[in-house]
């Protein structure tokens, strides 16, 4: 599956991880696409950074197979 951020501008950076299974292409851009997921459930997280202050630089979602 792939996840992905939009509405992003210049400038802004990218950290993502995944809970189970791997980055396959994408880390450090706004959208990746993971593989090898083993099973039941895994959990997409994004730390982005470049934002103005005050504003949440992160978010997950999980998603059940």
Do not use: L, R, Y
């Not at 880390?27 to 005050?54: E, F, K, L, M, R």
């Amino acid at each position: 599956f792939s996840a992905n951020v939009t509405g992003a501008e210049g400038g802004v950076t990218f950290n993502w991880s995944v809970s189970d299974g791997g980055i396959a292409s994408g880390q450090g851009s706004p959208q990746i696409a993971v593989t090898d997921v083993a099973g039941g459930s895994v959990t997409a997280t994004v730390d982005v950074g470049g934002i103005p202050a005050g504003c949440n630089g992160s978010a997950s979602e999980t998603v059940e197979f």
